[in-house]
């Protein structure tokens, strides 16, 4: 059974930084595509970042330059580093697996919330 928990969220003080760490058990985290998703209070959910099975990467403009997607493929934990935070950072974040790389995202994290305060 594949399980994704998110941990490392919180409060913080816009510019601050937060990693988000994604655990990730029944499936090999470098043999499958990750994302992170976010939905704020209001709006629907936004895929911003994510990671191929060959690790090329992709990030949305609202976060590029601020935020990196990686993984430890010992630890098989998919990481999220968040600099430079902004007010509209705020968000419930989501990580996600799509363990054939093809169609939709099958499995999903419980999500971690992030508030950013000016």
């Known amino acids: 059974q594949v399980r994704l928990r998110e941990s490392g969220g919180g409060s913080v003080q816009a510019g601050d930084s937060l990693r988000l760490s994604c655990t990730i058990s029944g499936v090999r985290v470098n043999n499958a595509c990750m994302g992170w998703f976010r939905q704020a209070p209001g709006k629907e959910r936004e895929e911003f970042a994510h990671?191929?099975?060959?690790?090329?990467?992709f990030y949305a403009d609202s976060v590029e330059g601020r935020f990196t997607i990686s993984q430890d493929n010992a630890k098989n934990t998919l990481y999220l580093q968040m600099n430079g935070l902004k007010p509209e950072d705020t968000a419930m974040y989501y990580c996600?697996?799509?363990?054939?790389?093809?169609?939709?995202?099958?499995?999903w994290g419980q999500g971690t919330q992030v508030t950013v305060s000016s």
């Open positions: 996600a697996a799509n363990t054939y790389c093809s169609g939709g995202y099958d499995y």
């Open positions: 990671i191929d099975s060959v690790g090329s990467t």
